[in-house]
């Protein structure tokens, strides 16, 4: 920040009045912002109280989820399932997406000629701006039908007797299952993980670039060992975003994932929920005031999970551009 | 001369260095062919079932041909023009605290604020409003609708105005206030029209962005198959009747969620498709 504007900022305090009202009204505009983040922590965990006193950590480490009472079965609310649903996905999303991305990254910003490489990123950049729900109509009638007939089989045949791989790829190719989720996942955080990436790779020094260049080295290995060691914490930082994306994708998963088993096997092709899934498709049930409070808790829990990721990405992100600011002094 | 062994190094090196271009390249255009694969599928499937009746009449019960999505087409422009009045205020007078005035902690604690609100999944604002104001007043509502939408959209406009602000050159406020000119006035009469047209594009693209929210919708709005312009009942919107028509087990209907999607994808993709034109352009120029 520079000197002007830290004057510029300060400047209100030497003014007259109308100065101060107008410094107190945009204060109260954007203490609202804060009052939201407070009021969405403190409704959340108030509402969610009865169901952590009932069932504390169990809520999430509990694989039983049932909500109506009857003589054999207790309302019991468990989520691990829905825990290990949103993992299995996000992992599945980040390990399609990243190298999608960051391969992508590279081509337009440092192999691509700028004519070609704009519009590549912003078409990709695009994909944003297509709603969620698109991606789950499509993922429903195109994708899914795809998975089970071509991707799914496939994978069987190639991976069913490697010793560990094989159990991933157990039972019949259902199309809607957690692997479905996860790749319609990976397409809807590939041009946030391409953005950001891109961005950070622009911060790489140039100098250090042409310094190679000049030492004769070819492109991969200025690549490989000027930009990639320098942007490394900005691309994991860059996953994370995405990751935090995926964590918190609603309704795209919840058109593909099935949403129909509850129990917990190693296969991929296994129908599943994750958190955002299961709100999704439970909260309408949710009729008694135990029901309720389980849902906002879960609820609560992406949002801590979600914010956590997020805080951590900005972190790594903001520290390397911060020292690119530093450097320029 | 190069020795034997070297020139093979270096045409070890040659063609490493060819084989990183060509698999960058080819996962950047994997990329792009899954775009053009999303819209061309939603282009082809959805362009048969458009039609005069789509954008006039409301949806019929299953079995009865025709019908459309007008009350849904409705639905998501009152909900989201009125998330947006709701939000415009807050979003902007954000930005130009951050900017105009941001120091202390306060301000590093709007910043964080704006940067959790962004990133918030979108179900956990359904999930807020539907704790807050569904289970509290009166059940699902258009107006629990709007709100959530207009929760997402703070942030998103705090942010994109925030750039925006900043990007007017410091000489101008100078010179503004070495004239003697309060500093509200130098903001709301300088600053701000000056770069009036990109606060537009701005709001816009968190209109675009809101206008595609499915998850808060649900939690909140719920949906509805018939005209409601009773902001207290529950209202249709269209990613809500696409999601509907889209699980539900009947041909006719998929074929309708695909052309709702269609025209949803069009009026998104419009908008904030121009909008990132115009915005880059116009930073390029400006820089």
Request: aromatic share 10%; charged share 15%; hydrophobic share 55%.
């Amino acid at each position: 920040m520079s000197r002007i504007t830290k004057l510029w900022q300060g400047a209100s305090k030497a003014a007259d009045p109308s100065d101060r009202r107008f410094a107190a009204f945009v204060a109260a505009m954007s203490a609202v912002v804060i009052l939201l983040v407070i009021g969405f922590v403190v409704l959340l965990t108030i509402d969610s109280m009865p169901s952590i006193r009932k069932f504390g950590f169990g809520f999430l480490t509990g694989s039983v989820w049932n909500p109506v009472e009857t003589e054999l079965n207790h309302v019991n609310f468990g989520t691990l399932p829905f825990i290990f649903g949103t993992i299995v996905t996000s992992i599945i999303a980040l390990v399609i997406a990243t190298p999608l991305a960051l391969g992508s990254a590279i081509f337009v910003s440092e192999y691509a000629p700028s004519w070609l490489g704009g519009p590549v990123s912003f078409i990709i950049e695009l994909l944003v701006a297509i709603p969620s729900v698109a991606y789950g109509i499509w993922g429903l009638f195109v994708l899914v039908p795809f998975m089970r007939g071509s991707v799914e089989p496939f994978l069987q045949t190639v991976l069913r007797h490697v010793p560990i791989l094989g159990s991933l790829v157990a039972g019949p190719p259902m199309g809607q299952d957690l692997l479905t989720g996860g790749v319609i996942l990976s397409i809807m955080i590939l041009p946030t993980i391409l953005s950001l990436s891109r961005e950070i790779i622009a911060q790489v020094p140039r100098l250090q670039k042409e310094g190679m260049l000049a030492l004769g080295a070819t492109k991969w290995e200025v690549l490989s060992q000027a930009i990639l060691p320098y942007a490394r914490g900005g691309i994991i930082g860059a996953a994370m975003l995405g990751l935090a994306r995926a964590i918190g994708e609603t309704m795209a998963v919840t058109m593909v994932i099935g949403n129909s088993s509850r129990k917990i096997s190693a296969s991929l092709f296994t129908p599943g929920y994750t958190i955002a899934s299961a709100i999704a498709n439970q909260f309408t049930e949710a009729d008694s005031a135990m029901y309720f409070s389980a849902i906002v808790e879960l609820g609560l829990v992406l949002l801590l999970v979600a914010s956590v990721f997020n805080v951590t990405s900005r972190l790594l992100v903001s520290r390397l551009v911060a020292r690119k600011e530093g450097a320029d002094v | 001369m190069y020795r034997a062994g070297e020139s093979g190094k270096f045409l070890r090196r040659r063609l490493v260095g060819g084989a990183s271009v060509a698999l960058a390249a080819t996962l950047a255009f994997l990329s792009v062919g899954i775009l053009f694969l999303i819209v061309g599928h939603v282009i082809v499937n959805g362009v048969a079932s458009l039609n005069a009746d789509f954008f006039t009449k409301i949806p019929k019960p299953y079995g009865e041909a025709g019908g459309g999505i007008a009350n849904a087409i409705m639905g998501t422009v009152i909900m989201t023009l009125l998330a947006a009045v709701i939000a415009i205020p807050f979003g902007v007078g954000t930005a130009i605290y951050i900017i105009e005035f941001g120091r202390g902690r306060f301000a590093s604690a709007v910043r964080f604020a704006v940067e959790l609100l962004a990133e918030l999944p979108s179900i956990v604002v359904g999930v807020f409003i539907w704790a807050l104001v569904v289970r509290n007043f009166g059940g699902y509502s258009g107006i629990a609708g709007s709100l959530a939408l207009s929760v997402i959209m703070i942030p998103i406009i705090a942010r994109s105005v925030e750039e925006i602000l900043r990007l007017v050159p410091d000489s101008l406020r100078e010179a503004a206030l070495a004239l003697g000119t309060p500093k509200w006035k130098v903001v709301i009469f300088i600053v701000i029209p000056t770069v009036l047209p990109s606060i537009f594009t701005g709001i816009m693209l968190a209109v675009a962005r809101a206008a595609g929210e499915t998850a808060p919708l649900l939690l909140t709005a719920l949906g509805n198959s018939f005209f409601n312009f009773d902001l207290r009942k529950p209202m249709a919107a269209m990613p809500l009747q696409i999601y509907t028509y889209a699980v539900s087990p009947y041909d006719d209907w998929h074929n309708k969620a695909w052309a709702s999607t269609l025209v949803l994808i069009a009026i998104v993709g419009i908008l904030s498709g121009a909008v990132k034109f115009y915005t880059r352009r116009w930073k390029h120029e400006s820089h």
